[in-house]
């Protein structure tokens, strides 16, 4: 009997995790799905605040109503590791995105999913991936499970679908 892939720690940058919300079909929105589908998404409690202040913003409105935005990131929550921030980074030129620099670093992550230049110019930080939604469903992940971070290698297939799971969970969502 084989035994299952180890689930992959992802960081999600909160312009890619709104587009997501927006645009499912997107490249965004495929990357994190394929996320998802691979493991877990790694949080801290500042980088969650930005996500829920940044979806609440009206401009979005004309797009996909608030419930239903709400609604989607609400089914997230089973597939979450919170990160407490154990030590401060501060090494992105935007000082606003060294949140995502210090879970990626203290949660451990596979990766981190951005598409700010801001973060993307970083790439690799201490031996974390930084990759645009492109790059991440292009199967240029470094870091396959039980290898050493920037080994090489591509992504592994996805195991029983998340994605599912919550699209059920919030279909008006999925299909805006």
Not at 107 to 112: I, P, Y
Request: glycine share 6%; proline share 9%.
């Amino acid at each position: 009997m084989t035994e299952p892939l180890p689930l992959r720690r992802w960081v999600i940058d909160t312009n890619v995790l709104v587009s997501w919300v927006l645009r499912p079909r997107s490249a965004p929105g495929r990357a994190v799905d394929r996320a998802i589908d691979l493991g877990r998404l790694l949080f801290s409690k500042e980088t969650h605040r930005e996500l829920l202040s940044v979806i609440r913003r009206s401009k979005f409105d004309r797009y996909v109503p608030l419930d239903r935005r709400l609604a989607v990131l609400v089914k997230l929550d089973d597939l979450i590791d919170w990160i407490p921030s154990t030590r401060t980074i501060r090494s992105c030129r935007d000082p606003n995105d060294d949140k995502f620099l210090e879970v990626a670093v203290h949660g451990n992550a596979d990766a981190l999913i951005s598409g700010d230049a801001d973060l993307l110019v970083l790439h690799p930080f201490h031996g974390v991936p930084i990759l645009g939604p492109q790059a991440f469903l292009a199967g240029t992940e470094p870091n396959p499970p039980g290898t050493e971070r920037g080994s090489g290698g591509v992504l592994q297939e996805p195991r029983a679908s998340y994605r599912t799971r919550i699209r059920k969970a919030a279909p008006a969502a999925a299909k805006a």
